[in-house]
């Protein structure tokens, strides 16, 4: 008897994409009884879930992002590569690179196996596990950088460019946007890997989330609030690095800062129109995701026949997978975010003042 | 490397706000970079490099026979800028030759010399050995698209400030000097004697006027001063001798190619100082009309006779290769105007001389000048030499009282590098009927000057608790802030939806005590238009 496909077994709910006989969401864009989850990005990791499976790392994740009690009334933790048998579907979780405890979900059900990818990427981060390839008969992607002009460079370059910057302005702070779940954290250890030894001082959104990290064991080197200035109208932090929420610079919080140097790591810094848009001074191309070349190479590697895209631009990745004999399908999953794990900028500096 | 340091310099300064900054940028680069590269980077950051070699359209060709068209298609919607689309989807070469990416100075050079049947091969050549941003600033630079987010003035002050040397004196020799300016990067690095310009249309640092406030007038001894009238138009340089003719702004950017019928008309041997305007049968059009001729690349039939651009004369620096800049400013007039009346120059006139004999008359006819293209007055000195600089108590500009309406606080966007946390933008409006019985405002200006550190406090924190939407980074606001604005003229305009644009508008005063109903309406701005038709 042929395997069964993978569409006769899943379907696309209002809620996102449903697995029939093992009665579970994954990554739902509302409250469900039963979700697997992938990563803890806002847009991924909803609250108020009835049981949640996820690895470790994203349950700790979710569970200080959402609040205790808000990250699934049950929460389950499966390891990498330990798998779980729900009403006869077999489910799976394998790094996927995203982020910290980022997993592809691996559904197996009579001989049909489907690869939920959620969000990944291929470049080397030392603050995560690497994504590993899963054969597969249908695999899930993702498509937030499908176009052939996003290609990212290495994030050794990107480093480079801004410690280049540090030392050019000795009189500027520099204040970089980075999402406060999994690019900080890699920025950092980029920065460290460089030899930058000296502090990094952190908005406070951005603080919770090293320290997670830390007790998961990454090391980040000394990490220090941001000083207020000891008087009105003076400012702090001339030479030194620090990292906030993206749109930070737009709040009264950054006027302490010494003539900022407002940078901002993100794959959109490709494209000098996102990066005036936002009024960056210094563009970092540095991305969780998969770029254009590695989504393709992705796909390969997987050597799924079909491949199904959940969010972005899905057109151009369904055009160049039919050039290359595979079959493309758009999930138009809703309630995913275009921003690369957007995360609302927290209060705390309105506030502020 | 040093394409790819050019690329990354033009990168940084296109996204780099602050002229410290931007000064920092290129200092470094002058610093650290090898001749010829450098002088070539800075011919191309002052606009002097310009090819033809390739056309847009060649580019397109290029990269169509290596990338599927509808995903080029896609991208170039998405990118929006074909050049920045194929500098970012050029395929990286499986076999990447064992080669470093080309020197700036060897691109120029093979361009200028290369048939044009070769220029395609070389091109996808050099963008295989080229990163994103070397790509981008190579296309750019072939297809003469290179818009460099700094001038050529500021490269030289970044010169200056490098080597410290004094600007003026760069300023006269880079202009004599052809790119890659050897001897001027060998004068600046003390290894050569400074270069000598001889008869070459170098440009001249001018003379500029300090502005007279109230408590000046006083102190002012009014018998040793002449005065002219200060005309609304753009202060130029005219160079022109057997070594070629040149118009220059005021900071040196060099504006021939834009005013092909001034060019024309210097067939003479001299340099003159004066002002361009665009001048009807003798009357001084209204500075909008100047506008439409500047910025341009290429002036067709039309705009030559519908903006006929002319020379309004005011000081003779040399006559026939004779340095007259010593001279005294009334011994230089009769050299003016001697010269002009032997030369007779096609498109040009002498500005007069207004007759004065006492400040006080002269105040009178200062505030009495409301024609288009006056501005106020220049009082100079008879007895002061041609200074380059701003020098103290030689020349004052003495412009007209402000005109000022109260309007109403509409919009707000953040501003620019240390302004970017603060609502520092303001668009007002004046009220006019809205055609149901009602009064509407209509936008009529925008301000970003003119109000103390704490007037701008106290604006950012109204508007952050006076906001009714957002739009990106602007905000609108409750109509209900009067602010006074003043401003040097106003202009009918069809490109504003009020019909009139202010010229120079800046804050003067915060009005919160004033109720917004009772704020000017569009007829009172109107009724200060300069250039009504009659």
């Not at chain 2, 230089?332 to 207004?354: G, I, N, T």
Request: proline residues 8%; hydrophobic residues 40%; charged residues 25%.
């Amino acid at each position: 008897m042929p395997a069964p496909h993978p569409d006769s077994w899943t379907r696309i709910t209002p809620e996102g994409l449903y697995c029939e006989p093992g009665g579970f969401h994954i990554d739902p864009a509302r409250a469900v009884e039963r979700a697997v989850i992938s990563h803890g990005h806002s847009d991924h990791a909803r609250p108020d879930h009835g049981a949640v499976l996820a690895t470790p790392e994203t349950l700790a994740i979710m569970t200080a992002r959402l609040g205790e009690g808000r990250a699934g009334r049950e929460q389950q933790a499966l390891p990498y590569h330990q798998t779980l048998v729900q009403n006869g579907v077999r489910v799976t979780l394998v790094p996927a690179g995203h982020v910290l405890g980022s997993a592809q979900v691996v559904l197996e059900w009579r001989g049909s196996r489907l690869v939920v990818s959620g969000d990944y990427k291929r470049q080397p981060d030392p603050t995560c596990l690497p994504f590993e390839a899963v054969p597969c008969d249908v695999f899930v992607t993702e498509a937030t950088f499908a176009l052939p002009v996003f290609r990212h460079p290495p994030m050794r370059h990107e480093v480079q460019r801004l410690l280049d910057s540090v030392r050019l302005f000795p009189q500027r702070a520099h204040l970089v946007g980075c999402y406060a779940l999994g690019k900080c954290q890699r920025l950092i250890a980029g920065l460290r890997e460089a030899g930058y030894d000296r502090p990094l001082f952190l908005h406070g959104a951005q603080a919770s989330m090293c320290r997670l990290y830390e007790r998961r064991g990454i090391a980040l080197g000394e990490l220090l609030p941001v000083p207020r200035p000891e008087k009105r109208g003076a400012t702090v932090l001339p030479g030194e690095i620090v990292l906030a929420p993206p749109s930070a610079e737009a709040n009264p919080w950054a006027r302490r800062l010494a003539d900022p140097v407002t940078a901002l790591a993100s794959g959109w810094m490709r494209v000098r129109q996102r990066a005036k848009a936002r009024g960056v001074e210094l563009p970092l191309v540095i991305s969780d995701h998969a770029d254009w070349d590695d989504l393709l190479a992705t796909c390969a590697e997987v050597e799924a026949p079909e491949v199904w895209v959940t969010h972005g631009r899905e057109e151009a990745l369904i055009h160049a997978l039919a050039a290359r004999g595979v079959r493309g399908r758009a999930l138009h999953l809703i309630g995913r975010e275009e921003d690369e794990g957007a995360d609302p900028v927290p209060a705390e500096e309105e506030a502020a003042g | 490397m040093s394409l790819p340091a050019f690329a990354e310099l033009l990168e940084r300064l296109v996204f780099t706000p602050g002229r410290n900054a931007k000064l920092a940028l290129m200092k470094r680069f002058f610093a650290t970079q090898r001749d010829p590269d450098r002088g070539v980077a800075l011919a191309a950051i002052s606009g002097e490099l310009s090819f033809t070699a390739a056309k847009p359209s060649l580019v397109r060709d290029l990269v169509a026979t290596r990338i599927d068209p509808v995903l080029l298609a896609w991208s170039h919607d998405y990118v929006g800028d074909l050049a920045e689309t194929v500098a970012l989807i050029w395929p990286e070469p499986t076999h990447r030759p064992n080669r470093p990416p080309p020197d700036l100075a060897e691109v120029v050079e093979a361009l200028e010399l290369a048939p044009k049947a070769d220029i395609p091969g070389m091109l996808s050549e050099w963008l295989d050995l080229l990163d994103p941003g070397g790509r981008l600033a190579l296309i750019k630079l072939v297809t003469g698209g290179l818009r460099v987010g700094a001038s050529g003035r500021l490269a030289r002050q970044a010169l200056a400030e490098w080597s410290g040397q004094p600007v003026e004196e760069i300023e006269e020799v880079w202009h004599g000097v052809p790119p890659p300016y050897l001897p001027l990067f060998a004068w600046l690095e003390g290894r050569a004697e400074r270069p000598d310009p001889r008869d070459a249309p170098v440009f001249r640092s001018p003379m500029l006027a300090q502005p007279l406030e109230a408590p000046d007038v006083a102190a002012l001894d009014h018998t040793a001063f002449r005065a002219e009238w200060k005309w609304d138009g753009v202060r130029v340089q005219a160079s022109a001798g057997p070594g070629g003719r040149r118009l220059w702004t005021r900071t040196g950017e060099d504006m021939s190619g834009a005013f092909p019928e001034i060019l024309e008309a210097l067939d003479f041997h001299a340099v003159v100082d004066g002002e361009l305007l665009v001048i009807r049968d003798g009357e001084v059009a209204p500075f909008a009309d100047l506008q439409q001729r500047l910025n341009r690349k290429v002036v067709g039939p039309k705009m030559l006779k519908d903006y006929p651009a002319g020379l309004r004369l005011y000081d003779l620096l040399f006559e026939a290769g004779e340095d007259l800049r010593a001279l005294p400013f009334d011994a230089r007039r009769d050299r003016l105007e001697a010269w002009f009346a032997r030369v007779k120059p096609a498109r040009m006139d002498l500005s007069p001389q207004v007759a004065f004999s006492s400040m006080e008359q002269l105040a009178a006819l200062r505030d009495g000048a409301r024609a288009a293209g006056i501005e106020g007055l220049m009082l100079k000195r008879g007895d002061a030499p041609y200074i380059a600089g701003r020098p103290k108590g030689l020349w004052w500009k003495w412009k007209r009282a402000p005109l000022a309406v109260d309007a109403v606080l509409m919009y707000a966007q953040r501003g620019h590098g240390k302004r970017s946390s603060t609502y520092s933008d303001y668009t007002f409006g004046l009220w006019r009927a809205d055609g149901e019985g009602g009064e509407e405002l209509v936008p009529v200006g925008k301000a970003y000057s003119g109000y103390t550190d704490q007037e701008l406090v106290w604006l950012d924190r109204w508007i952050r608790n006076h906001t009714t939407s957002r739009f990106g980074p602007v905000r609108e606001v409750e109509k209900e802030l009067v602010l006074e604005v003043v401003f040097d003229a106003a202009q009918l305009s069809s490109r504003h939806k009020s019909g009139v644009a202010m010229r120079f508008p800046r804050i003067s005063r915060l009005r919160p005590d004033k109720p917004a109903a009772e704020a000017d309406r569009l007829e009172t701005l109107m009724a200060m238009v300069e250039n009504r038709p009659e």
